[in-house]
């Protein structure tokens, strides 16, 4: 699979992940009103699951009878047919991956903000941490994470096969270049976060005057 060097001279790309229900797209938003051009992988991966002919060879995979509701591809419904199977996500990984890292890049080069943050829910499960300037990792005590899927919705059975099918917490915390706790208020973050674009900004323009 080829991979991207996010970025260039004069520009800072930042990897952002975390734990499920760390945050991270609350966190994106804090990155976007520091003034950063931001992009969640996610958001890519759910434009190129509209697209047919790539829909088709999924389908042809797995079955239409398991993944599609009315006609369409069910993000659901694939979800669940994948994250119980090692062999099936590999499949579907090689097949996305290539195409959001793609896409991804390209979005970047057309922006001329001086830092990017890409959202990336599995950036060391993919070995991605290359392609980033450096990378940011949200944290929470596992109780207070469990506790924010229960919020949304998920079942404990079907949080505890999401967390399995990622890096532990803690393994994710230790390969972050920086790791933003995100167990107190929204506010608190983002403070921490403009902070951290601040700092940021103060060293583009450091590098530019040597």
């Given at each position: 699979?080829?991979?991207?060097?996010f970025g260039?001279?004069?520009?800072?790309?930042?990897?952002?992940?975390?734990?499920?229900?760390s945050?991270?797209?609350?966190?994106?938003?804090?990155?976007?009103?520091?003034?950063?051009?931001?992009?969640s992988?996610?958001?890519?991966?759910?434009?190129?699951l509209?697209?047919?002919a790539?829909?088709?060879?999924?389908?042809?995979?797995?079955?239409?009878?398991?993944?599609?509701?009315?006609?369409?591809?069910?993000k659901?419904?694939?979800?669940?047919?994948?994250?119980?199977?090692p062999?099936?996500?590999?499949?579907?990984e090689?097949?996305?991956?290539?195409?959001?890292?793609?896409?991804?890049?390209?979005?970047?080069?057309?922006?001329?903000?001086?830092?990017a943050?890409?959202?990336?829910?599995?950036?060391?499960?993919?070995g991605?941490?290359?392609?980033?300037?450096?990378?940011?990792?949200l944290?929470?005590?596992?109780?207070?994470?469990?506790?924010?899927?229960?919020?949304?919705?998920?079942?404990?059975?079907?949080?505890?096969?999401?967390?399995?099918?990622?890096f532990?917490?803690?393994k994710?915390?230790?390969?972050?270049?920086?790791?933003?706790?995100?167990?107190?208020?929204?506010?608190?973050?983002?403070?921490?976060?403009?902070?951290?674009?601040?700092?940021?900004?103060?060293?583009?323009?450091?590098?530019?005057?040597?």
């Open positions: 699979m080829k991979k991207f060097r260039g001279p004069g520009r800072v790309v930042i990897g952002l992940t975390g734990p499920i229900a945050g991270k797209s609350f966190a994106l938003d804090c990155f976007a009103r520091a003034g950063a051009f931001c992009v992988m996610d958001a890519v991966t759910a434009s190129l509209t697209e047919p790539l829909c088709n060879k999924i389908s042809r995979k797995f079955g239409p009878e398991k993944i599609l509701t009315n006609g369409r591809l069910d659901k419904r694939l979800a669940a047919e994948v994250f119980g199977s062999a099936k996500r590999k499949w579907l090689g097949l996305l991956h290539p195409e959001i890292l793609a896409r991804t890049h390209s979005l970047i080069k057309r922006s001329r903000k001086k830092i943050v890409v959202e990336t829910p599995l950036l060391f499960e993919a991605l941490a290359e392609c980033f300037t450096f990378t940011v990792c944290s929470a005590p596992r109780a207070q994470l469990a506790a924010r899927a229960a919020g949304r919705g998920w079942t404990r059975g079907q949080y505890r096969s999401r967390a399995a099918a990622q532990t917490a803690g994710k915390y230790a390969l972050a270049d920086l790791v933003l706790d995100n167990s107190g208020t929204r506010a608190g973050l983002e403070e921490k976060i403009r902070s951290v674009c601040r700092s940021i900004g103060a060293a583009i323009i450091k590098r530019k005057k040597d």
